[in-house]
């Protein structure tokens, strides 16, 4: 069978070994040619192929449902259930989404892009079978890395409490998250995986027993008993913990054999209450320069499958934000030891990797743990540490209590440092960083910063290390920075709260936020072509806001526009209109950002313009709005 032809996972029933390798071998040939020619997540879908297909040939998937956790890793998933036709166009727009999405395929049965919340999903949608008195299979997908969330552990907790619930969770145990696992449960784990499996000895246990005179087919309860305190000494060092924790144990084993994982998937499914399969795995399976770089082929961008080499750009490029900020808070650390970076097991994305590798002692990784590392991180400024903790805008959402309750009331001063706030384009919804000025500004204590320019994060980096006063915040973009030279010394903190005149105007007023402030002088520069001469601001910060340049402006312009890359809805444009109503000054104001709608997978330049971001539209826009005599066809 040619995968093309595979248009419903039911269709693996009854194939041979030998066939379902050959189908193996198909996805991994796709995988590979599709990441290679778009980029995308690598080494995640490569590692689960086999334990993909043993899965879905155990189950019925027009009834028994599969929620799989982050959502990279299930590619596979994509092709066996109907869209290896389409997978050409994985994380373009309008193509297949690089993440789970219910409203996609009926096989999503549950959305993910963020870790650690498959198995809490799974035992609602069990729960709810339960209720209902259906009784179809429900399965958990979760990685190693993502059993590192809090989230995960409370949902462990839970369904261990749950003995007649009949769950199973896979546990896809590769060593990595995006990089190498940290922390207790990573080196437990380790641990099983260079022990036997043990299902094979506790199986045979209860036939012996039964062989034994006088026993026959039945075990007495007390031979339960027995057996059951037996079980218990095999499994000391092999899923010990998951068995007190109220789950049946199966594993390791080997993640890449279909048959142990058929047999094994199959044995499992006849368990009663809760189970959780350990899978070993190895991430990048099958493609030699994933399974040796495995934190380097996590996701690439295009590349050349016989070199593994990332295609140059076509013309030098600015480096981006993410690099620009390690290098400038790696400078500062050296030669202040107070300073401390705080990753939640994105080293590399947020560039703290350069950290980790200079100055160890001076960096932490938490794991998938966002909530512990703001408190973790509050607790290090209580005592005189100076705590910067780098997370994306759309991760530090899952630890927005302990921003509240650790940090804000308590006033202390901890950096937050969020990296891919706005649009971040193929990774699609559940990581745009939309809603991070709208959640932070309405907190007590805290300061909100935002660099127009890779040089301006610089210097509120250091401005961040200096401001000891409180808690404060800064956000930057995913990507490249505009071009501008970078300062190698002589960094001055920023005066918090003061924004700056860019260029002047008596016609309009344009107030930007961050990586908006080279929009807004695009378009200062088209409005001047049709007559239309602008003041541009840059706020710098949006708490506290500059009301002493603002508001005067404002009143002697009378027209006022704002621009930034996030939620309208309480966002930055609110923060000045509420700014000039609470002064009295009631004039026009067009607010430019996103609206009420989320953001879908697509290029970033591409979402710009579906949201009419894009310099000539807020030009045309502003032209039609405020100076509709001065309108003329504004080139796109």
């Known amino acids: 069978m040619h995968l093309s032809e595979l248009t419903h996972p039911n269709q693996l029933h009854g194939l041979s070994i030998r066939q379902l390798e050959n189908i193996a071998r198909q996805v991994r040939e796709k995988h590979l040619e599709t990441i290679a020619r778009s980029g995308g997540h690598l080494g995640p879908g490569l590692g689960v192929v086999e334990l993909t297909i043993a899965l879905y040939q155990t189950l019925d998937l027009d009834r028994d449902k599969v929620v ?62 339960d209720m209902q008195g259906d009784d179809y299979k429900v399965v958990a997908v979760i990685g190693d890395g993502a059993l590192t969330g809090g989230m995960a552990l409370e949902a462990i907790n839970h369904a261990g409490h749950l003995p007649h619930t009949n769950l199973m969770v896979v546990l896809n145990d590769n060593e990595m998250s995006i990089s190498p696992n940290v922390g207790a449960i990573s080196r437990y784990l380790n641990k099983v995986r260079l022990s036997p499996p043990m299902q094979f000895l506790t199986d045979n246990l209860e036939e012996q027993f039964k062989h034994l005179p006088f026993l026959g ?14 079980k218990r000494l095999a499994v000391s060092k092999v899923g010990a913990v998951i068995e007190e924790l109220g789950f049946k144990y199966f594993g390791p084993i080997d993640g890449h054999n279909l048959e142990e994982l058929i047999t094994t998937f199959q044995q499992a499914h006849q368990m009663h209450g809760p189970v959780l399969v350990h899978v070993a795995t190895v991430k990048g399976k099958g493609y030699e320069l994933a399974e040796k770089d495995q934190v380097g082929y996590h996701a690439q961008s295009p590349f050349d499958l016989a070199t593994g080499k990332a295609y140059p750009p076509k013309k030098p490029t600015p480096p981006s934000y993410s690099k620009v900020f390690a290098h400038t808070l790696t400078t500062l650390a050296a030669n202040n030891p107070k300073i401390v970076g705080i990753t939640a097991a994105m080293a590399t994305g947020t560039g703290l990797d350069k950290l980790q590798a200079k100055l160890p002692k001076q960096y932490i990784d938490v794991g998938i743990a966002e909530q512990h590392a703001v408190t973790l991180a509050a607790g290090l400024a209580c005592e005189g540490m100076r705590p910067v903790v780098a997370i994306y805008s759309t991760f530090l959402q899952r630890a927005y209590d302990q921003v509240v309750h650790d940090v804000c009331i308590q006033n202390l001063p901890v950096f937050f440092c969020l990296d891919r706030a706005g649009i971040v384009g193929a990774d699609g919804p559940t990581h745009q960083g939309m809603y991070d000025i709208a959640y932070m500004r309405c907190l007590p204590n805290l300061v909100m910063m935002a660099p127009k320019d890779e040089a301006e994060l610089q210097q509120m980096l250091v401005t961040g290390i200096e401001y000891t006063d409180g808690p404060v915040a800064m956000r930057y973009p995913r990507g490249n920075g505009v071009g501008v030279p970078l300062m190698e010394d002589g960094w001055e903190p920023l005066p918090i709260g003061k924004g700056e005149i860019l260029r002047n105007g008596d016609d309009l007023l344009l107030v930007a936020y961050g990586s908006m402030v080279n929009t807004s002088m695009q378009v200062a520069e088209m409005l001047s072509e049709h007559g239309v001469e602008a003041t541009v601001i840059n706020a710098r910060f949006v708490k506290p806001l500059d009301t002493e340049l603002i508001v005067p402006l404002a009143q002697q312009i009378g027209k006022v526009a704002t621009l930034e890359e996030g939620c309208l809805m309480g966002g930055f444009g609110s923060a000045v209109v509420e700014a000039l109503q609470d002064h009295d000054v009631m004039v026009p104001v067009k607010r430019f950002g996103v609206p009420d709608q989320l953001v879908d997978h697509a290029k970033p330049n591409e979402s710009f313009a579906d949201l009419g971001l894009t310099g000539s539209q807020i030009t045309e826009s502003l032209l039609k709005g405020f100076f509709s005599k001065q309108l003329s066809t504004v080139s796109r």
């Open 68 to 129: 799989w956790d982050v959502g990279h890793q299930a590619y596979p998933h994509k092709m066996l259930t109907g869209r290896y036709n389409d997978f050409h166009t994985l994380r373009q727009k309008d193509g297949i989404a690089g993440y789970l999405k219910r409203c996609e395929s009926k096989f999503d049965h549950f959305g993910a892009g963020h870790a650690s919340t498959s198995i809490s999903a799974a035992l609602g949608m069990a729960l709810a079978r």
């Open 217 to 230: 087919n039945t075990l007495s309860p007390d031979m339960e008993r027995l057996k059951d305190s037996m």
